[in-house]
T-cell receptor, first 113, second 115 residues
Framework: DTAVSQTPKYLVTQMGNDKSIKCEQN?????MYWYKQDSKKFLKIMFS???????INETVPNRFSPKSPDKAHLNLHINSLELGDSAVYFC????????????FGNGTRLTVT | DAKTTQPPSMDCAEGRAANLPCNHS???????VYWYRQIHSQGPQYIIH???NNETNEMASLIITEDRKSSTLILPHATLRDTAVYYC????????????????FGKGTLLTVNP
């Protein structure tokens, strides 16, 4: 009964490839997010969707494209992977109300070789 | 959102209270104080939040000073499983537009609970 689940947990791929990370939440939340945690452990927001509509896009390269087929899913597609894309990517969800806590998945560790 | 300052690391003995400080001297009247933690290799976990009154839940207590320029997260009986990076974040509340949805993490405090 995992609240926010991401797949895969680990992803190793070569430069130039295209890959996707999937995220699903069963909490009934309206808002979903993608965060990136780099090697220095800084957590930075990338995207946020509210009811399938993009509301935050934090100067992320166009190679990254989120897709939300429904409000329970927010997938992250990455084209032409680069070495610098290596990081842990976290999906999260929350209610629309501003004070509501974020619920995070356990992350996807992406390694680009 | 206002910035926060936290010590980079702290130690605590198992079974004792862990008191984690956070300074947020530029906090605005409509900003809440949130605490999250991240245990190694896991996603961040929400702990508690408050506006100006002290708050308590099953995980921790949050003490906010009267001027709201600082706060303390208290884990009353720390266990080894509480070893984690603790993040103090200030964030606007409801009805504040699109940026309302953004939670900005700083460097946090690495709390190490020792046996």
């Amino acid at each position: 009964d995992t609240a926010v689940s991401q797949t895969p947990k680990y992803l190793v791929t070569q430069m130039g490839n295209d890959k996707s990370i999937k995220c699903e939440q069963n909490l009934g939340h309206d808002t979903m997010y993608w965060y990136k945690q780099d090697s220095k452990k800084f957590l930075k927001i990338m995207f946020s969707y509210n009811n399938k509509e993009l509301i935050i896009n934090e100067t992320v390269p166009n190679r990254f494209s989120p897709k939300s087929p429904d409000k329970a899913h927010l997938n992250l597609h990455i084209n032409s992977l680069e070495l610098g894309d290596s990081a842990v990517y976290f999906c999260a969800s929350s209610q629309v109300a501003g004070r509501s806590p974020l619920h995070f998945g356990n992350g996807t560790r992406l390694t680009v070789t | 959102d206002a910035k926060t300052t936290q010590p980079p690391s702290m130690d605590c003995a198992e079974g004792r209270a862990a008191n984690l400080p956070c300074n947020h001297s530029t906090i605005s009247g409509n900003e809440y104080v949130y605490w999250y933690r991240q245990i190694h290799s896991q996603g961040p976990q929400y702990i508690i939040h408050g506006l100006k009154n002290n708050e308590t839940n099953e995980m921790a207590s949050l003490i906010i000073t009267e001027d709201r320029k600082s706060s303390t997260l208290i884990l009353p009986h720390a266990t080894l499983r509480d070893t984690a990076v603790y993040y103090c974040i200030v964030r606007v509340g409801e009805n504040s537009g699109g940026s309302n949805y953004k939670l900005t993490f700083g460097k946090g405090t690495l709390l190490t609970v020792n046996p």
